[in-house]
């Protein structure tokens, strides 16, 4: 996890987020997933982080876009679902303000983190229309920090991440864009 310090956050969250594609394939600590393998949305827990407030956010980045090397769209929002009531994230748990997108590195660009970060919310965020997953409008140039300093959400209390890189589903994923 440390890698994802300074990029995302300050210093590395106590707290697990387990996450799990295709029933089988789970995210761990940076382990490598194709785009194929996580291009539908994961289920997403958290255990033991039950406290003063019961309503936590999801968010997944990327923050190597559109390399490592040069992260001039720092960070890219993949995910981002406020007003989970408990870990309960289906239909009926949360408000996503941005759908699920998975994995779509640029061809040429090497591994890129995609990090699951959880926060635990002081009050209700407003709701305001979802990012549907079809387009980029509202998820490049994304920062989870600012994002949380606006919703005084604090530093996150779970975290997790994978790395891909680029694969033959990523020119499939971004011909469903339409903006």
Do not use: C
């Not at 406020?82 to 941005?98: C, Q, R, T």
């Not at 890129?112 to 970060?117: A, G, Q, S």
């Amino acid at each position: 996890m440390d890698d994802i310090v300074p990029d995302v956050v300050d210093a590395i969250p106590a707290g697990i987020v387990k996450v799990t594609y295709n029933d089988s394939l789970q995210v761990d600590q940076g382990n490598e997933l194709t785009p194929t393998q996580v291009k539908d949305q994961p289920t997403v827990e958290w255990a033991g982080l039950e406290g003063k407030s019961n309503l936590f956010t999801l968010l997944m980045v990327d923050p190597d876009a559109p390399s490592r090397q040069d992260p001039k769209f720092r960070e890219i929002l993949h995910w981002a679902v406020v007003n989970i009531p408990g870990s309960n994230i289906d239909p009926s748990g949360g408000h996503p303000l941005a759908a699920y997108v998975g994995s779509g590195p640029p061809e040429g660009t090497g591994l890129h983190r995609y990090i699951f970060l959880v926060y635990r919310q002081q009050n209700k965020i407003e709701e305001t229309p979802t990012i549907s997953n079809t387009t980029r409008a509202g998820r490049l140039n994304f920062n989870a920090r600012d994002f949380a300093a606006k919703h005084g959400l604090g530093e996150p209390i779970a975290a997790n991440y994978y790395q891909a890189q680029f694969d033959d589903y990523v020119p499939i994923r971004n011909k469903t864009f339409t903006g």
